[in-house]
């Protein structure tokens, strides 16, 4: 009984806020996973910059996803899936990780070629699954169109 009278008594931010701290797909919940992933992959790198060896004690640190974490969110917390790298040379130097891709995955397979083999195949099993659907989307198309439906007709 007094569990609700405190729930009841609780603002709308209160609610949200202790909403935040149990649901696990809650913004606040995923900040605080991608810091204590970026952490790891700090921590991994013995706090120095992968690709100039800067130390910690001399650069801000940040760790880089290989795997981009909008398009692979099941693969964000991975710590394979990370790099520790100085702001210039994850940003603003000319062969940044962000500026200068192509330099970055050279780099990557001659430095630390386990992770550019993890990223192929993931890369490659992405490919696999859009080719699978393309091949199911035509064959679907061409039955259809064999049936008799008009793709001009509007529904």
């Not at 996803?65 to 991975?78: C, G, N, S, T, V």
Request: charged residues 25%; proline residues 5%; glycine residues 2%.
């Amino acid at each position: 009984m007094a569990k609700k009278k405190l729930v009841k008594d609780m603002t709308t931010q209160q609610r949200r806020t202790r909403q935040h701290k149990t649901n696990a797909d809650s913004p606040l919940w995923r900040r605080k996973a991608l810091s204590m992933w970026s952490e790891m992959v700090r921590l991994l790198a013995s706090y120095e910059c992968e690709l100039c060896k800067a130390p910690a004690s001399e650069v801000q640190l940040q760790a880089h996803h290989l795997l981009p974490k909008e398009r692979y969110q099941w693969l964000m917390f991975a710590p394979i899936n990370g790099v520790c790298l100085c702001t210039q040379c994850h940003k603003h130097s000319r062969y940044a990780a962000h500026r200068n891709p192509i330099f970055f995955a050279v780099w990557l397979k001659a430095n630390q070629p386990e992770k550019y083999k993890w990223v192929l195949q993931h890369v490659h099993d992405e490919v696999q699954k859009s080719v699978v659907f393309q091949r199911a989307y035509n064959y679907l198309y061409a039955r259809a169109l064999a049936l008799g439906w008009d793709p001009a007709r509007k529904t």
